[in-house]
């Protein structure tokens, strides 16, 4: 039901956008949520964005580099990365909370749809 897309190898301080699209359900108003997972490391908390798209919330090392955003039109989120480093290097997921007019969350446990992943690798 959730499609990530839009990853790819790039060179240290491209920039990438990600795609998350729904399909089968409506999700605009859902919460949901970017995690991502570096081999041998757990999945860790990446953006989030409340169903009305007015709140979000990032992890530290990211901020001022990554935009979380969606488009309820289009049934898609997108998460844009800038000046991205070496160490961001990792699938990225988006996951869906189920629960109505919900916020964004950077707990894993609230999220009840997952998308596949798609691979970022960055080179520096």
């Known amino acids: 039901q959730l499609q990530a897309s839009g990853g790819g190898p790039v060179q240290a301080g491209d920039s990438l956008r990600l795609s998350c699209a729904a399909s089968g359900r409506t999700f605009s108003a859902h919460g949901m949520g970017w995690f991502r997972q570096a081999p041998g490391k757990e999945r860790e908390f990446v953006a989030a964005?409340?169903?009305?798209?007015?709140?979000?919330s990032y992890r530290d090392s990211v901020k001022g580099r990554f935009s979380v955003s969606r488009d309820g039109g289009k049934n898609t989120a997108y998460l844009q990365m800038n000046s991205l480093k070496s160490e961001d290097t990792a699938v990225y997921y988006c996951?869906?909370?189920?629960?109505?007019?919900?916020?964004?969350?950077?707990?894993?446990?609230?999220?009840?749809?997952w998308g596949q992943g798609t691979q970022v690798t960055v080179s520096s």
């Open positions: 996951a869906l909370r189920r629960r109505r007019f919900s916020t964004g969350s950077n707990s894993p446990a609230d999220y009840d749809y």
């Open positions: 964005i409340s169903w009305t798209g007015y709140s979000t």
